[in-house]
């Protein structure tokens, strides 16, 4: 029977998973990562009725109406309508940390939403996710977990 000496293999394993380790690190040294981010949606509805404000049929404001203001950047955040949804449309932003963002429309601040992230390293350039929502609207909420829906009631 052949006998091979315990630090022999301890020494080939170590060996193995070095190599596997390296091989991970020289092929995400290759990859151009864009920085991560997540998108956040908004909908203003009538407190009292559910109407969309701004984009239903009695709607009360326009996009011009709607600031997003981004207190870690200290500016005014730039937005888009969304219309992938056929139901309804909502307003998208980006956001690659966590943030507090105050929400106006037509110059009356409407709430306030402190948004918290966490990086996610699954892959070489690695994601971001959304671990924590809160509004200073009580009537305000996440209405789709999976798409980052924030639903501001007014």
């Known amino acids: 029977m052949l006998r091979i000496p315990t630090f022999f293999v301890i020494g080939f394993i170590i060996f193995g998973y070095s190599c596997k380790q390296e091989e991970k690190l020289n092929n995400c040294a290759n990859v151009n990562c864009v920085p991560p981010s997540i998108l ?17 049929l009695n709607k009360k404001y326009v996009l011009n109406d709607v600031t997003i203001y981004s207190s870690r950047l200290k500016k005014d955040l730039e937005f888009k309508v969304d219309s992938s949804d056929s139901r309804s449309n909502s307003i998208i932003f980006i956001s690659n940390s966590s943030d507090e963002f105050a929400i106006s429309l037509a110059g009356k601040k409407v709430d306030v939403l402190k948004v918290e992230t966490k990086f996610l390293k699954e892959d070489c350039c690695g994601t971001l ?6 509004s200073n609207n009580f009537n305000s909420s996440l209405a789709n977990a999976n798409q980052n829906l924030i639903v501001i009631k007014i």
């Open 40 to 56: 956040l949606r908004l909908k203003f509805e009538d407190n009292k009725t559910g109407n969309d404000l701004l984009f239903g």
């Open 129 to 134: 996710q959304l671990s924590s929502l809160v």
